[in-house]
């Protein structure tokens, strides 16, 4: 691996990004992303409720949040993917509602998924062309005539050939990527996201079931975005990892943002401890729901008493 | 038992328009399925609106063949963006359940007595080839020539001339197609189109650029059969498209030579198992069968084959090892 594990750490934080008091939906000095009243609803199920959000430019932002707080929906619904059913966003200042998802993409927003989509029977080369935006051989008419599009293939080659080689992925470029492991595709995902140029990048679960020293270096990329002028909103669950790398946090809990602030404040809040770590993390659920023997502590007993006292008031 | 003469009727097929119309039909599934990942279950319904677009256009209103052909064209283009913009949006399957029905509806269509003016009903539509045949530029002879079992009338030759045409000019512009940019991003349309569309490309546009230009290549396969033999309803039935998924998947899906070699060896060895195992039957071989008994065993070896390939050789003979179509 190309890094100590310090090294991560050695990088200036971003600091400054916000006016005013730090509070779920501050403004920012400069945002690049601002969501207003998005609500998702999922039959009766409020997936997502975000009343003001603002991502700050050139930095790298976390977004983070127990299961089911909404943030993979919250990133379906700023990329295209999905609609929300009211609210307004933006991006550099041009409403994004309405706009379908590729069009988002060549406006500079770009992400990946929490499950990889590698295209398996591509070669990890062509993985990576696929990723240019403006090709003039895409085009259906044009692609009968090379001399259209040979030379800018060219150039879309050689530098997704210099991209391969950053992410270490040159040994690779001929294989189909389905051959490639879980932690290589992540990073031929990343990769082939920067093939459009991007403002802003947003990945979705980028540490996900990588390994430690694979993860090492994808936090290393995840910064060198940040120096290339990029800015990065990221999903993770891992807090270790957020609090290396990220230079402000948003949190999420029930589709609501609930906390967000640089990383050392936002972690000790009350409401972001609740919300992630759950109001009763030291509580043993073996214990409360009797299937473990032992003794209640007087948490516990206290969550037992909410139970009783829910399951009354439902009946 | 006439050996030689079950040969020669296998190795005839090899030409007949009816191969050359699969051919072309198996291409355009092939651009469909192998390359784009697009379920058309409705196969025979696009060759049928070219094999009727055609012959309609002579008969009725009375134009030049070619003008005829183009027409046959035009209708499996309209065909095909009507079938694509209700359901392109959607996930594959539903692809697959509106190409079949719409395949049905296009067949009973052409089926009713209600157009029997027009379409024939139950007959079919003859008598449409006199155009055709007068722009033939061979030389006039009579009888049938060739060589070897490859003897054919003058009209007959013609056919073939155009459609074998048609197959080379077809396969050019399908690898000049899927090796240009635009075919990179239909074959990540493929494996992921989420992924894809994320990366900036209109993938709902290239999805109905590719099904127009699969039906038109299919249609071109009816086309080319009707300039050969009369046009049918019959034909046009669910298992003439069911034969053509075999005769792809036989020969591999995202290939270019694939369809050729699958819709050839289709066709060879069906038509030497229907002419072989009539003629076990008579000399005693096959005791427990009928002679029309044989006939059906035919088709249910031709199902059992397709079974055995796609759970033995998924990616067909041409197909690349590691390039498994159904296995994801």
């Known amino acids: ?308 006292d829910a399951e009354g008031v439902g009946e | 038992m006439d050996i030689l003469q079950i040969l020669s009727n296998t190795a005839a097929q090899i030409l007949s328009p009816t191969t050359i119309g699969f051919v072309l039909a198996a291409i355009g599934l092939a ?48 065909f095909a963006l009507i079938l694509g913009i209700p359901t392109l949006r959607l996930r594959g399957d539903y692809l697959a359940v509106v190409t079949i029905a719409a395949a049905e509806v296009v067949r009973l269509l052409f089926l009713t007595t209600a157009f029997r003016t027009v379409t024939g009903s139950a007959d079919g539509l003859s008598g449409f080839h006199t155009d055709f045949r007068a722009s033939n530029p061979l030389p006039n002879f009579s009888g049938n020539v060739g060589f070897g079992p490859w003897t054919y009338s003058r009209d007959q030759w013609w056919v073939i001339i155009i459609g074998v045409a048609v197959v080379i000019v077809v396969l050019l512009f399908v690898w000049a197609l899927m090796r240009s940019p635009w075919g990179r991003v239909i074959k990540g349309i493929r494996e992921d189109e989420d992924a894809v569309r994320a990366l900036g490309k209109n993938v709902f546009s290239f999805k109905m650029q590719a099904l127009v230009v699969g039906g038109v290549i299919i249609a071109l396969g009816g086309i080319v059969t009707a300039m050969g033999t009369n046009v049918n309803p019959n034909v046009y039935v669910t298992s003439q498209t069911f034969y053509i998924w075999t005769a792809l998947l036989l020969g591999g899906a995202a290939t270019i030579f694939g369809p050729v070699l699958g819709a050839v060896l289709f066709w060879v060895v069906r038509a030497f198992l229907s002419n072989i195992l009539p003629a076990l039957v008579n000399i005693g071989v096959l005791p427990f069968l009928s002679g029309e008994q044989s006939q059906m065993l035919v088709f249910v070896l031709i199902g059992l084959a397709l079974m055995l390939l796609v759970i033995f050789r998924p990616q067909g003979i041409l197909g690349n090892r590691k390039e498994l179509t159904f296995v994801k």
């Open chain 1, 1 to 308: 691996m190309s890094s100590e594990p310090t090294a991560a750490v050695g990088r200036a934080k971003s600091t400054g990004l916000h006016t005013g008091d730090v509070r779920p939906g501050v403004a920012k000095v400069d945002p690049i992303l601002v969501a207003d009243g998005v609500k998702r609803q999922f039959g009766g199920l409020t997936a997502v409720d975000v009343d003001h959000v603002e991502i700050p430019r050139h930095a790298i932002t976390a977004l983070i949040g127990p299961n089911g707080a909404g943030k993979t929906t919250f990133f379906n619904l700023l990329t295209g993917f999905d609609k929300p059913n009211e609210g307004e966003w933006s991006f550099n200042g041009r409403s994004l509602n309405g706009v379908p998802a590729f069009r988002v993409a060549r406006m500079g927003l770009v992400r990946t998924f929490q499950l990889t989509k590698a295209l398996g029977l591509l070669t990890v080369l062509d993985n990576m062309k696929l990723g240019a935006t403006h090709q003039r051989g895409e085009r259906f008419w044009s692609s009968f005539l090379p001399f259209l599009w040979r030379k800018q293939d060219g150039e879309t080659e050689a530098k997704a050939r210099d991209l391969l080689v950053r992410f270490k992925l040159d040994a690779k470029s001929a294989d189909f990527a389905a051959s490639l492991s879980g932690g290589q595709r992540k990073l031929l995902e990343m990769a082939r996201a920067l093939m459009g140029d991007p403002e802003l990048v947003m990945l979705d679960e980028p540490m996900a079931g990588v390994n430690p020293a694979l993860t090492e270096s994808l936090l290393e990329h995840i910064l060198d975005l940040k120096d290339q002028g990029m800015t990065v909103l990221f999903v993770e669950h891992d807090m270790h990892m957020v609090r290396h790398i990220a230079d402000w946090v948003i949190v999420m809990a029930e589709g609501r943002v609930v906390a967000e602030g640089p990383p050392d404040t936002v972690m000790k809040e009350q409401a972001v401890i609740d919300a992630y770590l759950g109001a009763h993390q030291d509580v043993d659920l073996g214990v409360v729901t009797g299937r473990v023997k032992g003794e209640h502590t007087a948490a516990e007993q206290e969550l037992l008493e909410q139970i009783e």
């Open chain 2, 31 to 78: 651009v469909h399925f192998g390359f784009t990942g697009l379920l058309n279950m409705g196969v025979a319904g696009f060759m049928a609106v070219g094999a009727y677009g055609f012959a309609i256009s002579i008969l009725t209103f009375g134009l030049p063949w070619w003008v005829a052909a183009l027409i046959g064209i035009a209708a499996a283009v309209v």
